[in-house]
């Protein structure tokens, strides 16, 4: 499976930018998918996820209600929306895919087996 993110960028605070996934090598509605990020200094961390089968999602506190993911299987790829973004939102962005994962890991980086390069993402306050 290969990744690849893009939609990365500068924002000011308060503002949207799109993140966008593009899987290849496996059917997309094959595999559990997620967006992480990791900001300076700091360990990679969950944002959120979307189950293959069921389509469930789940985020993070910190994203909630501010971010959506949503997939689209007949294209292959999984975006992320973030809305009202915040300076704390800066960060290297990575999307995620497992074959399978159990629901009590989602959260879990070391479940996925394939990632993406990454995408930086700015916010000015």
């Known amino acids: 499976v290969q990744l690849q993110a893009s939609g990365g960028g500068l924002v000011q605070a308060g503002g949207s930018l799109r993140l966008s996934c593009a899987a290849s090598?496996?059917?997309?509605?094959?595999?559990?998918m997620a967006w992480f990020r990791q900001a300076p200094g700091k360990e990679r961390e969950f944002v959120a996820a979307?189950?293959?089968?069921?389509?469930?999602?789940y985020y993070s506190d910190p994203v909630k209600g501010r971010f959506v993911i949503s997939r689209n299987n007949a294209k292959s790829t999984v975006d992320l929306q973030m809305n009202s973004l915040k300076p704390e939102d800066t960060a290297v962005y990575y999307c995620?895919?497992?074959?399978?994962?159990?629901?009590?890991?989602?959260?879990?980086?070391?479940?996925?087996?394939?990632w993406g390069q990454g995408t930086l993402v700015t916010v000015s306050s």
């Open positions: 995620a895919a497992a074959s399978s994962i159990i629901t009590s890991t989602i959260r879990s980086s070391d479940q996925y087996h394939y």
């Open positions: 090598g496996r059917t997309l509605s094959r595999l559990d």
């Open positions: 979307s189950r293959r089968n069921s389509g469930y999602t």
